[in-house]
């Protein structure tokens, strides 16, 4: 193990915290990939006074100087691209390649959010008032807390930190338990590009005690969480109640419509990337697929031959194409939604599992029923249910007959039955011939119903809303 791999808490400019949790490298068995410290509600609160102590003087920064900080940090992480890479295989799990195109990733929005401190702010109004002028600004929340999930552990919170400090945020962020390395990763580009002492502090922990404190805390203005459903929709209470902002990014359970004009092995492709890449942990992962009858046995064997090219194994060797089940606990969760599916009658088409360094082959359920549970429940991994639909519009329906809605995909030649697909899909991401996982990162991300709070998305410029409240100016002479 190298230094590199121990996460520390950092609160006021200073890396602090006895790394007291170990976390195991999930393809390796008895490894160990990182230790972190285990923080109690205290240590938070100095996280916030650091917080609330910083902000007023990082919001009277020119926004041009903070945005020139973020770039420098992209840069940092663009020099430590390989290293951070590493580090980030080792507690996910994930393949290199999708390490670096994550690491990448967060490169890319540190220096777009970086650029934005050039961009305008508001705009100017005319007035029906003479010699007035009437002109719109954005304002910082103050202090927001972060909360993130595993499966993009140095993305998300970059794509949530970038936004909330271009618009004078101070932040406190609470990485996820299982991957507390990638996150300081980007916490340490930014203290080393110049940051000033308490405008981003991030605490390690639980999160029912980290976490919770931080969503309770009322110096805390806004707070922006993805996760598990579940665990979201508490937050929501607890931060309606007091009526500070929430954004709430959740689960998802993403269907293709493949019809019988489509192309059955390019279907199949779209529908094994979005299944089976990056081991089907991402809320943007394809989990049910519905095909006309016409398409069935040539998809079906294309998505069987597809599959066979994701084999999971060590992401960190180099000819791995789909790495590890990020812990016992997902996989536990996998296998019991299989077997569970099967055991009510459902076919595995293809899929095997060894619990040896969490090997979890991409799995094809056939023979099951619409209201099955694997139909309707977020599984998060490479499982993917195949169901017959008579026509267009029954595909239609059952792809909207979901709790969720964060991305839907049609495979077609018709550009007026996906433009009729686009129109009527009940989710927030529309993907025509192209996996419903994947999105550049200057186009709004949220979804419906229970996937998103559906107020404020994220990513590119939209990402700004949720981190500012708007003030309108009227100015005579
Ligand atoms: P999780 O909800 O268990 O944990 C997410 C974060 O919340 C972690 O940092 C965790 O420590 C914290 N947390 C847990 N309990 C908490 C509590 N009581 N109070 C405050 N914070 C608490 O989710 P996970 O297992 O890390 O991630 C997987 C889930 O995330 C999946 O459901 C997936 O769909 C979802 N996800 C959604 C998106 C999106 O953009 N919609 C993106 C990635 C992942």
Partial sequence: MTNSAIAQNLINGEWLGAADTQRMNPARPGKLAVVSPSSSAET??????AAVDAQVGWAEMPMPARGAILITAGNLLFERKRAIAEDLVREEGKTIAEALGEVGRAIDVLRFFGSLGWAPTGEVLPSGTPDTTIYTRREPLGVVGLITPWNFPIAIPAWKTAPALISGNSVVLKPAELTPMSATHLARALADAGLPAG????VHGKGRIVGDALARDNRVAGLSFTGSTAVGLGLHQILSERRARVQLELGGKNGVLVLDDADPRKAAKVVAAGG??????????TSRVYYTPGIRQAFLDALAEEAGNFAPGDGLEHDT???????DNQFAQNQAAVNGAIGR???RLVGRHDENGLRFSPTVLTDIAHDDAAVREEIFGPVVAALEVADYEAGLAAINDSRYGLTAGICTDSLATSTDF???AQAGVIKVNRPTSGLDLNVPFGGVKDSSTNTFRE???TALDFFTWGKTVYTGI
């Fill in 199 to 202: 405008v981003l502090n991030i």
């Fill in 422 to 424: 686009a129109r009527r």
């Fill in 321 to 327: 194409k789909m790495g590890v089940v990020v812990s």
């Fill in 459 to 461: 990513q590119g410029r």
């Fill in 44 to 49: 938070l609160d100095q996280a916030i006074s």
């Fill in 345 to 347: 009658g459902a076919t």
């Fill in 276 to 285: 089976f890449g990056l081991t089907g942990q991402a809320c943007t992962a």
